[in-house]
């Protein structure tokens, strides 16, 4: 059995008896660091309210802070991701650049670089990853979420559903806006 088997039969093995929001606490402090960084950055150097920069910005802290977070442990973030994406299932080399694809669209809306292009990639890509955490939750399987890599690790829930699906609304939003 490989180390890629090993790893989905112990995420598979994982018993959370009750999940309780200290489960969920680190998400909370990150989202928080997120929202700061974002205010930050309109307040002091964007100077514009818009609802379109507060998305832009947030969207693009959020991939920055959700991808640094799978490199620091970057072959356990893909072998956890391996377990419930649909396009990483079949390919490990897409669970090990996820993390890249991340970063590069984080760096891309804070720069605010080919938005048309980065907003149709994030709809694209967080669509598929709500397919694979939807399925996931439906087989009521109990595995680790590969959203923060394997560093801080919390239950793949509705919540990452939500995380996933909050980022394509977004970023079809500001699509339809840019068009």
Known sequence: MNEHQNHI??????QHTKTTIG???SLVY????IAGATFVEIRFFTKNFAMFEVIRNFMGFFFLTFGFFKIITWKDFALTYSSYDIIAKRSMAYAYIYPVIELSLGTSYL??????ITNMLTVVLMSVGSIGVAQNLLSKSLI??????SFIKVPLSK???????????????TLLLLL
Not at 9 to 14: K, N, V
Not at 111 to 116: A, E, K, Y
Not at 159 to 173: G, N, R, Y
């Open 159 to 173: 919540i990452s559903l939500a995380e996933d699906v909050l980022m394509a609304v977004m970023a079809l939003t």
């Open 23 to 25: 489960d969920y606490l």
């Open 30 to 33: 990150i989202f928080l660091f």
């Open 9 to 14: 039969e112990h995420q598979q093995g994982i």
């Open 144 to 149: 680790q979420c590969a959203c923060l890599g």
């Open 111 to 116: 720069l605010n670089w080919q938005p048309i």
